[in-house]
């Protein structure tokens, strides 16, 4: 067990290696996307600012609130973007050029391989400006935010990452059928915008279908209720409960569509 | 004409050959804006931007078919694609047919089942919603609206396709890509209408292209503009469409100096 975890970790590094060297190659394209990026964010908190210019609250969520949301969604962005989309968008291609065969022949989970090859850095500078916006929102809440509550933060993001990519490959893992489905990128950008709104805007069936079928009450709208105190192990909890069935769930799913697969020209 | 139609025939069969993309494309571009929607629906009667909630909500839910059809108009990547691997020489350059129409034939197909899939899905969404799209259709603001998306969708294509042009220079166009999509959503009215900005910024991106793409139609179709704003819109539209063709014929003929065709 810990020799495998080792093993994983070696590869992982070597890859995270690997994948900087080649960013960072081309250094004109990396230093536009990291100007693309800052002004993405840029966008989200100005959008937000228009949005509360005219109204007051949204399903009792208050401008300050709002902006502590988009924070956290921001912050939980970089981290998907950084470690997660970047293998999930391009995951149709080893299905389509037949070259999952690969993945499979080699002494090493194939899951793995097709979830940790890739890793982009030009969204990593965007942490400046969403750390001093975090700090401001911060300070202008009228509470102190105890450390135990900024270590269930930091949990409960890193379960809304697991939760969000659990989520992301079983979509991904549909191309075992479809087999090419390029626009996977614009449909999982979509489903992570849902939760820089606050939850509570959906009722009924859409709330089931929005906030927990595509998880995104999960992905900012828990670790930012952390800080704004309102709630700590009942969201913790129920971030573990979400990482336990989504794991499950896309575990199965995989195997399920492994048993589907039918190389194709290799 | 009879090999553009034959480049749009093939872009048919590609479409339907690849359904599942067609599927999660629709999906994506109805999951978009369902927030939006809900976040005006969770609010009640109320009214902003000069725009009340009911009209808000028609705003987003024709918008969404405004946007099936930019984002099938966008055809940069496989610009990028054809110019980075060097197969736009086979394609393209040693063929006797013009770049500008041959792409445009090509995308027309995936363009016209999502604007059948489109006006579906939209019609559906509207039903599912429940909430009475407000829209005071006579034939004539049919035709403006119809004809305002038509340039609009022109329009896209055409600096889309300026944009895949770079690539002649510089395969690495997807951060500009980001940034054209990121003006797309802000400056074209997607995200929020053009009058949630501050008067004096809103006067100046009146004339931004980006307004004519989404803004633009829907502002005839929900009565927002005055008939001299209808008519200054057109003008402006067909400058901006004029000027990117321009820009297109520069780039294009520059582009094709510099290039060296890899692996040809």
């Known amino acids: ?266 | 004409m009879h090999k553009y139609w034959l480049y749009f025939r093939l872009s048919l069969i590609r479409t339907f050959t690849y359904r599942g993309q067609l599927l999660i494309f629709t999906l994506a571009t109805v999951v978009s804006v369902i927030p939006l929607i809900a976040v005006w629906l969770s609010l009640g009667n109320i009214s902003a931007g000069g725009y009340s909630q009911h009209e808000l909500i028609t705003y987003y839910i024709v918008g969404l078919f405004i946007q099936r059809i930019i984002y099938s108009s966008l055809i940069n990547y496989y610009v990028q694609e054809i110019v980075s691997d060097g197969s736009i020489v086979g394609l393209f350059l040693t063929k006797p047919v013009s770049f500008f129409w041959a792409t445009f034939g090509l995308q027309a197909g995936w363009l016209a089942v999502s604007l059948v899939l489109g006006a579906t899905v939209t019609t559906a969404f509207a039903l599912i919603i429940g909430t009475g799209i407000v829209v005071h259709l006579t034939l004539g603001t049919a035709l403006f609206f119809l004809s305002a998306v038509m340039l609009g969708m022109l329009l896209v294509f055409v600096t889309s396709l300026l944009l895949g042009l770079l690539s002649f220079w510089t395969v690495h166009i997807s951060s500009f890509v980001s940034l054209y999509w990121m003006a797309l959503f802000l400056f074209g009215g997607i995200t929020l209408p053009l009058t949630f900005f501050p008067d004096k910024i809103e006067k100046v991106l009146s004339f931004n292209p980006f307004r004519f793409v989404f803004s633009f139609p829907l502002e005839i179709l929900l009565g927002k503009i005055s008939s001299p704003e209808l008519l200054s819109g057109y003008i402006t539209t067909l400058v901006w469409i004029g000027l990117s063709v321009a820009g297109y014929k520069l780039i294009w003929r520059l582009g094709n100096k510099a290039y060296t065709g890899y692996g040809q």
């Open chain 1, 1 to 266: 067990m810990v020799n495998s975890l080792l093993k994983y970790t070696r590869i992982t590094w070597i890859l995270i290696r690997n994948c900087f060297s080649k960013e960072t190659a081309y250094r004109a394209p990396f230093f536009f996307w990291v100007i693309a990026n800052l002004l993405w964010l840029w966008f989200a908190f100005y959008s937000i600012d228009l949005l509360f210019n005219q109204v007051e609250v949204i399903a009792g969520w208050n401008a300050l609130d709002a902006k502590m949301l988009v924070t956290v969604y921001s912050l939980f962005l970089t981290l998907v973007w950084v470690f997660i989309m970047p293998n999930l968008i391009v995951f149709w291609r080893l299905i389509n050029a037949g070259t999952m065969d690969f993945h499979l022949l080699k002494p090493i989970s194939a899951r793995f391989l097709s979830s940790a090859t890739y890793f982009e850095f030009d969204m990593i500078p965007r942490l400046i400006p969403i750390v001093l916006v975090m700090g401001t929102v911060i300070s202008s809440l009228s509470r102190v935010i105890s450390w135990d509550e900024w270590v269930i933060f930091w949990l409960t993001m890193m379960l809304g990452v697991i939760i969000f990519y659990n989520f992301g490959f079983m979509i991904a893992t549909t191309c075992f059928w479809f087999t090419k489905i390029d626009s996977l990128e614009d449909f999982l950008n979509a489903t992570q915008a849902i939760s820089k709104y606050p939850p509570d805007i959906f009722k009924g069936i859409p709330r089931v279908v929005f906030v927990y079928l595509v998880p995104s009450i999960f992905l900012a709208a828990f670790p930012t209720m952390v800080l704004l105190g309102r709630g700590k192990f009942d969201i913790l909890t129920l971030s573990l409960l979400g990482v336990v069935v989504s794991t499950v769930a896309s575990q199965k799913f995989w195997h399920f569509a492994l048993r589907h697969y039918s190389s194709a020209s290799s």
